[in-house]
């Protein structure tokens, strides 16, 4: 069809990743698929590439499989990230470097790559996934590293967005709460609910659409969309 895209997204093989992936399928766009355990496939409007995606080599892999098969790349959905909730003082060396390598080293190399792709197309979309924690700090939800990246994740949306402003290159950002996925036990659900104004966690279902939303928004950069019960708001 002449308005199907071609979208990237990253930490696809389960959850909030997963069901981007379903919902632009469902669209009538073709995915490329990415994740360190993703079932390898090649299909006529649906590729998976398994890797390590803070490693350049997984980004490069990514990227060329898209225009290889598809001729093009039109939106990265930077969905990979790993969230550890711990004090501060009690981070392991191996904690940061691995909330680095995904959180920041996946967002640089891939993106980087996907940005070279659209620019012979002038133009294209990334949105990124981040949280709500980097605008509403919580006592009970120790959390720095995911302040630390996603927080400069959401700078990094913002400085995209205006240095490719006149080149046809949008770039979002999705801002969730704590949203019902496999990350979160159902035990755990009215416990992380109450951290929400509304008193209740979000759907995967919620993120999807605002993802979808985003993309479909073209005078819509440089935006945070907080997705996130009125967390961002204040309690």
Not at 17 to 39: C, D, L, M, P
Not at 62 to 81: C, Q, S
């Amino acid at each position: 069809m002449s308005t199907s895209k071609v979208i990237i997204v990253t930490g696809a093989s389960q959850g909030i990743g997963a069901e981007t992936v379903k919902a632009f399928r469902a669209q009538g766009h073709r995915v490329v698929a990415t994740a360190r355990s993703i079932t390898p496939a090649h299909e006529a409007d649906y590729i998976a590439v398994p890797g390590d995606i803070g490693e350049a080599a997984t980004a490069r892999r990514v990227v060329d499989a898209a225009i290889e098969h598809f001729g093009r790349v039109d939106t990265l959905v930077n969905n990979a990230g790993i969230f550890i909730a711990k004090p501060f003082t009690q981070y392991t060396a191996e904690d940061y470097a691995a909330v680095l390598n995904v959180n920041l080293n996946g967002f640089f190399h891939i993106t980087q790559r996907a940005i070279e792709a659209m620019l012979k197309n002038s133009s294209g979309h990334i949105v990124t996934l981040t949280t709500s924690l980097t605008d509403q700090a919580n006592s009970k939800v120790p959390s720095v590293l995911a302040s630390l990246t996603k927080g400069g994740l959401n700078s990094a949306t913002k400085s995209l967005a205006i240095e490719y402003a006149r080149a046809g290159i949008r770039a979002n950002a999705v801002s969730p709460g704590i949203i019902k996925s496999p990350m979160h036990p159902e035990s755990t659900h009215a416990t992380l609910g109450a951290f929400h104004p509304v008193g209740h966690m979000g759907e995967m279902s919620d993120i999807v659409n605002a993802i979808l939303y985003l993309d479909s928004a073209p005078f819509v950069t440089g935006e945070i969309l907080h997705v996130d019960g009125g967390q961002s708001a204040g309690h």
